[in-house]
């Protein structure tokens, strides 16, 4: 599998789901976590059960342990873990996994947070479940309080760190670009990325899938 573009699809909007199977990403992640408002998540649930989508290529974001069930119940490829911290924790949840799946599930840790980089060579080496990383620089630009500017260098050590701690695996995944409408900036960051060593990026929006597809 590569990982050159991975469209994420909010899990409770119907027609954005829809279309994105009708698209040439990479692959799919239905999100069950901020995208899809508190109130939706067991909505989302329900109206990603109904669709006949390609589970060979799709991935559930979930918002917490409890949709473990759902993705191993439902027979998903695998879960994009949001703010992935520590071996212990991947440890956990493969454990509960492994009581549940029906099928072998992969797990791609969210690297969102400062503690989850200090710890991003015992994530990377843990082979179990664990082929590719993702990264996240939204969530851990907030949480430090750093603004990031069109040329993100204020996140470029980061990026370097997360490509060395990757040497064993799959090139990992870049950020997600906001500002969906300027794919000039959009193309740009993934140039960027792809010499540092990145081996796909995060799309949030059907415009960006073909540059990344096309640079990647």
């Known amino acids: 599998m590569d990982y050159k573009s991975v ?7 119907e027609k954005k789901i829809q279309k994105a199977y ?6 799919v992640v239905l999100d069950l976590e901020s995208t899809v408002p508190d109130n939706k998540k067991n909505i989302a649930k329900e109206i990603i059960k109904k669709f006949s989508v ?11 342990e409890s949709d473990l069930n759902f ?17 212990k924790q991947l440890e956990n949840i493969s454990n509960r996994l492994s009581s549940i799946e029906k099928i072998k599930t992969e797990i791609i840790p969210i690297m969102e947070s400062i503690n989850g980089l200090a710890n ?3 994530i990377c080496n843990y082979g179990e479940r664990v082929k590719v990383v993702s990264f996240g620089s939204h969530d851990l630009a907030k949480s430090i309080n750093l603004v990031i500017s069109p040329d993100e260098k204020e996140i470029l050590e980061f990026r370097k760190n997360i490509v060395n701690h990757s040497s064993n695996i799959e090139k990992p995944i870049d950020t997600s670009y906001l500002d969906f409408k ?16 990145f081996g796909g ?9 073909e540059i990344s597809n096309k640079i990647f």
């Open 7 to 13: 469209l994420f699809v909010p899990g409770h909007e």
């Open 22 to 27: 009708t698209l040439k990403s990479s692959l």
């Open 54 to 64: 390609d589970k060979t290529k799709t991935f559930i974001r979930i918002n917490d």
């Open 71 to 87: 993705v191993a119940e439902e027979k998903f490829k695998g879960i994009f873990l949001p703010f992935t911290e520590t071996r």
């Open 120 to 122: 991003l060579k015992e």
């Open 182 to 197: 300027n794919l000039k900036g959009f193309e740009k960051s993934c140039n960027l990325v792809k010499q540092l060593g």
């Open 201 to 209: 990026k995060a799309c949030i929006h059907p415009d960006q899938i």
